[in-house]
């Protein structure tokens, strides 16, 4: 089925003068994860990854992805003659030389400029320029391929009051507008769905698991439009509260699909853009015309730093969250072995026990629920037809979160469901001690995720081990559950963003982990609160208070390898789990709670 | 006196119309140390530190420095009226912000071309672009000012061996070609002397403490010339058996001084410079009529990178070195209280220890022996008429280092001299913590030092301390003490150069420490050879040989406060120091040896 279709589009491609044809992973909104309209390099790959870029050209086909998709992306290609380019690693080349490599002189390359962001395709100019072959950005790869394809998502936007947000529209615009100031420019286009949804203090559901709705927006320092209305797909996307609430606050709203149009007429004015995260076709209409300051979008940075509502919030939702992901523990360890249970079954049993929590709207991400090797697969997704059943032996992974109106959750617990191996205790120790690390730093202000993140993996790499992730990523506020700018990571990835400096308000996870492939895999994960600490004439030390709050399976911990100073860290940090829990247990669940948080 | 001379060089601005007077520290050739010609800074400010900026206007003047030397640099600038700029402190504006500052409308910045380098300029010329004035490049301060000033330098020019360099020079010169003819680059021009020095295996002393020699140097695929020939000065610079080796290997010597009127004559070719250790005065010379490409030296990476030969003769020259300092240890804590001692007389006892090694050149740097409250300024310096009188309490820190064929050398030990506080004692016991933390050190291939810094900074801000200067830095094979790219530092200094990817054969300092002002302060410094371990499937693993070996005052070490582990690496140190050392010592020395590298 894959070599049909990579077949009808390398006919598609000799029609259009296309030698090498770029699909990468990407709605028209640089959007991390896509809804089913934008999912064509899955399409034409079968590699259901949630990051991963397709090169096709007449003769090879090669899929580039990172760590996280290596041994899913080995069986998802099996068969299909499609490459893997495992990114990262020793004599792999980039996608860039990639590209240098098979691009003859002459060639052209094609992709459909709306999924390809600007900072990315100046490198492809460059790479076609060399080569005196030219950029095709208007190939749509799928058009006229893809029969069924799922149509654009069109879902109510709600509005996010501020008691939530914590900052009025108003409030964002007059600081995006003197961010604009500073640059000296006349307008500000925003194409990132999260950043549109933060700064209008809007949600919506036009992405799984991604409470933004699709638009774009354009802020000048009179005017405020926004591209979003779709009612010509017959549904009510904006309630008439929501259009009073932007009419009150000067917002226009307008049809989405005239804003290239818009872009077009625009002229002879100075431009606040983020080139790596609007789209070239996009570039493309402005090129020329307008004068372009090229820089990250304000509200970017904004978003990160969380306000002192937001950070009050962020606990609530994270003591509610906590509470659903106990019970499951619970549930877990007091019942494998008497019910049957299995990857799937356990997973939608964890979404009812948060579906319980007050203002919980949906998982925040899709569930990873592995059980025994199929733990070792970074990103594993159980399917109903083939999941694994859960025995009383191994480890259970379980990766989850929720969204809240109080903000959005992200934890990953590894369960022991009965017998492990010695290594296997060695190895969830490992991890423990690499999360506690990272989470028990204090740092001088100025620190960035790059500096930081061999707190955790040192455990690792003394023993000559590693996992091929980063250590965290930045969480957004009822928002995307992996945000920018701000992570824990030591290697950039080539043309991936820097690690932001970490301010106060920044929430970042904190999940080392390990994967034996074919045998296990273990990763623990809180979410840390960046803090102020004491300020002296050294600096201003920063911390990282706790969100998370569910035990850590003590049957996983070899208790002996602990220093002194990682036990009294497991300890303290238990005392508090059972603080905060224990109102909303009792009986036989109080009792284990009080099992599971003992002092060891 | 400052005084004076500063209302002199305002009356030259003014007439040649600059507003703005911009004096960094540093020579023709982006040397970090300056021979007395270039120490205009110096003779302006009254500062003597080896780093630092001058920028004087018609109402002010400032200084800027960094950490190393705020307390050295408050001292010596009290009474002048120039303002101190403790760089990276908060609310301290950077150099380019105070200029943006300083610099009204329509005003001019002067400097001398010469002592600023190309990609330093680039900056100002933006700011005075902004300003609609003007910078005038060819200002050179002390020109008719400075009365008594040194002349330029001339010492003679010896030849380093390939059994000391491990490479030919048409070896190096042919890895040089290879990465022009990748850049597509017909000629290299190189302006700094460390990389013409490595690159020729020449040596000289034009710079005290840096066996380096005034040249340039212009390479291309035919030709090489080396304008370093100064018989003009009436000395003999290259004996005639250097001169037959510079013609046997077709390099063509010409006068130093006829650089720049060569380069004003190079036309139509294509050019690989570093335009960040080449002056502006070249830059602008070659501006318009060459294309140029501008990256790091091939031989910055190159030098940096220590071959086979290289260094087997650094284990060589650390182990006399090594003997050199402990025998300075061993009189030093034998004769406390017996001998009369100053911070003079003991550098000079040390010094007089290296000189009895074969194979001693000079000192690599001016020592520091900073006995008390000295030891807190970081980069102190004694001097005769007020030195310090070591009495048997307290520390004595000394930071020296010496040039040897085999390789240069940089070591700093902390002595305790008699009777220390509890909290001298934890604070020594902090540094070795941190000290040994970095050396042990295994990480993955593709680290920079800036991932590694914090394995040595956590136990300071841990406790809210920190000490305000690198970590490490590299240092050169019988040339700089400081040298790039290589480093351990966890904040990026505004343009400074990024610290590299750590690779085997890189040389790299691990020096912590901790500064009280007024009272102690202690440095315990390492020299660390990249290694590569284990390549698993995780990636090729690296990790730190030793290259010092002297004991660690074990007077300073509460044994109480190391964990297990940092007993176990103390005490493996003390052994192979032993082991390494004993053959040198004899009787009382010998016991003496024994004990100071006990086990505890």
Redesign the interface.
């Known amino acids: 089925m894959i070599q049909e279709r990579l077949t009808r589009l390398r006919d598609k491609m000799e029609a259009a003068d296309v030698d090498c044809c770029l699909i990468p992973t990407s709605d028209d909104h640089d959007s991390e994860y896509v809804s089913g309209f934008f999912t064509v390099r899955r399409f034409f790959s079968g590699f259901t990854g949630s990051a991963g870029t397709l090169v096709v050209t007449g003769k090879e086909a090669a899929l580039f992805t990172d760590g996280r998709y290596f041994i899913q992306a080995r069986k998802q290609l099996a068969g299909t003659g499609i490459k893997l380019m495992e990114m990262g690693?020793?004599d792999v080349p980039t996608l860039k030389e990639y590209l240098e490599e098979q691009i003859k002189e002459g060639q052209n390359l094609g992709f459909d400029g709306k999924v390809v962001q600007a900072g990315e395709a100046a490198e492809y100019e460059e790479i076609l320029q060399k080569k005196q072959g030219k950029v095709i950005w208007d190939f749509e790869p799928a058009e006229g391929i893809w029969q069924d394809r799922p149509s654009l998502p069109h879902a109510p936007v709600f509005r996010l009051e501020e008691c939530y947000s914590g900052e009025s529209l108003a409030d964002k615009l007059k600081r995006v507008r003197q961010e604009m100031e500073k640059e000296k420019a006349d307008v500000h286009i925003i194409t990132s769905l999260d950043d549109i949804a933060w700064l209008f203090n809007l949600r919506g559901s036009d992405i799984d698991h991604c409470p933004v709705f699709l638009a774009y927006a354009v802020i000048r320092m009179d005017e405020v439009l926004l591209f979003a209305d779709k009612r010509e797909f017959g549904e009510v996307v904006f309630a008439d509260e929501v259009k009073g609430y932007l009419e009150e606050n000067g917002v226009t709203l307008l049809p989405y699909q005239d804003f290239y149009r818009y872009v077009a007429s625009m002229d002879g004015i100075r431009a606040l853009v983020c080139k790596g995260r609007m789209n070239y076709r996009t570039d493309r209409l402005l090129e020329g015309r307008l004068e372009v300051v090229d820089r990250i979008n304000p509200t970017t940075v904004m978003k990160a730093v969380k306000n002192q509502t937001e950070m009050e919030n962020l606990r609530k939702a994270h003591l509610k969250d906590g509470v659903a992901v106990t019970r499951f523990m619970y549930w877990l360890k007091t019942n494998i072995g008497k019910l049957p249970m299995t990857e799937i079954t356990a997973g939608r049993y964890l979404e009812q026990l948060r579906k319980e929590q007050e203002h919980f709207i949906e998982p925040s991400f899709e569930t990873i629920c592995a059980y025994g090797a199929n733990g070792a697969i970074v990103h594993y997704s159980a399917k109903e037809e083939n999941c694994a059943v859960i025995e009383p032996k191994g480890f259970l992974m379980v990766d989850s979160g929720g969204h809240y109106l109080e903000g959005s959750t992200d934890i990953t617990r590894t369960f022991v469901m009965g017998e492990i191996t010695k290594e296997m205790k060695e190895h969830f120790t490992l991890v423990l001690q690499a999360m506690l690390h990272l989470r028990s730093?204090?740092?001088?202000y100025?620190?960035k995720g790059?500096?930081?993140?061999?707190?955790a993996r040192?455990v690792f790499?003394?023993r000559?081990?590693?996992y091929?992730h980063g250590t965290g990523h930045g969480v957004g506020y009822l928002l995307n559950v992996h945000e920018g700018p701000n992570s824990f990571r030591?290697?950039q990835i080539p043309g991936g963003v820097e690690s932001a400096v970490l301010e106060e308000g920044m929430v970042t996870t904190d999940e080392p982990g390990i994967y034996i492939e074919g045998s296990h895999g273990i990763r623990t994960e809180n979410e840390l609160l960046c803090r102020k600490?004491?300020k002296?004439g050294?600096?201003?030390?920063m911390y990282f208070e706790d969100l998370t709050w569910v035990p850590i399976d003590l049957d996983g911990v070899d208790v002996s390898l602990l220093?002194e100073k990682e036990r009294t860290q497991l300890n303290d940090y238990h005392k508090i789990v059972f603080e905060k829990l224990n109102p909303y247990f009792t009986n036989e669940e109080l009792e284990w709670l009080k099992e599971a948080t003992r002092e060891v």
């Open positions: 690693e020793p730093t204090r740092f001088l100025g620190c790059l500096n930081l993140d061999i707190r040192e790499w003394e000559g081990l590693d091929k030591w290697k600490g004491e002296n050294y600096g201003q030390f220093s």
